[in-house]
């Protein structure tokens, strides 16, 4: 039954998923993610579709990845994922990355909401299809830590930029992906080819729009250790990251 619970989702890493190291970017790999969590609610009942219809979706809050190595250009790779907790207003769902020969890789933790495209007010998870949801709970194990929180007392931006045609997905926002592209962005190439990235955590705060102003703040907390925080238009905070990179 535990086995049933877990969604298993086979991927290859395309020329175009990889950077200059031939490795699949982070961006991607979160992409991959958030499909993995798609198909994993659709194949159980409570995916974005059907939810869409009943005017509700789904949102990620917070994402927390930890990597030992990444899959290389044209190779096979595969994600695992699996519901490990819901509360009235917010879920916990784990992710497994694979390798070409099952073993793992790295893990991932999110956490989503359910909210309303009318009110953006989060929906009672527990009322869903009367609570059907929970029904899905696994105890597997992902040995990484929780989302943590994440501070920057930096007063000035390390790069502004304005929210472009490509960054703006279906709902009209930025993309949560794309965030994490240009908090990526933020460091030189020389560090991509010194170091690899051995955590990555996200934490979305609010919604930002096309033509929206949005400054990049960044903070090495310690040696390897860096906080960002993203804000719009000089004011509200749309975003939170941390990196953690390894020699």
């Known amino acids: ?4 619970r877990v969604g298993h989702y086979k991927f290859v890493a395309e020329p175009f998923h990889v950077d200059f190291t031939g490795r ?5 790999l979160g992409n991959h993610l958030l499909n993995c969590a ?7 009942g409570f995916g974005m579709a059907s939810l869409n219809e009943a005017n509700y979706t789904w949102v990620l809050s917070r994402l927390a990845v930890e990597l030992e190595d990444m ?3 044209y190779e096979d790779f595969s994600i695992q994922t699996w519901v490990e907790n819901v509360y009235r207003l917010f879920t916990d769902r784990n992710f497994a990355i694979l390798d070409k020969k099952g073993n793992t890789i790295g893990y991932a933790r999110s956490v989503w909401a359910m909210i309303n495209m009318n009110t953006r007010k989060p929906a009672d998870l527990l009322s869903l299809h009367g609570g059907g949801i929970t029904d899905y709970i696994c105890q597997k194990e992902c040995p990484i830590d929780k989302p943590s ?4 007392d930096d007063c000035e931006p390390d790069a ?6 490509s960054d703006i997905d279906i709902n009209g926002h930025v993309n949560s992906i794309k965030y994490i592209e240009h ?3 933020l460091f030189p190439i020389n560090m991509y080819k010194e170091k690899r990235i051995k955590r990555f955590e996200v934490a979305y705060v609010a919604e930002s729009y096309y033509g929206d102003i949005l400054s990049f703040y960044k903070q090495e907390i310690n040696e390897n250790e860096f906080h960002i925080e ?10 939170r990251s941390k990196m953690i990179f390894i020699n």
């Open 230 to 239: 993203v804000k719009k238009n000089s004011g509200e905070v749309v975003c």
């Open 71 to 73: 899959p290389r250009q």
């Open 183 to 185: 908090v990526l962005d």
């Open 160 to 165: 502004v930029y304005n929210a472009k045609y």
């Open 38 to 44: 798609g198909f994993h609610a659709t194949e159980r």
């Open 24 to 28: 699949l970017t982070m961006g991607v």
């Open 1 to 4: 039954m535990e086995q049933n």
């Open 149 to 152: 929180r994440i501070k920057v």
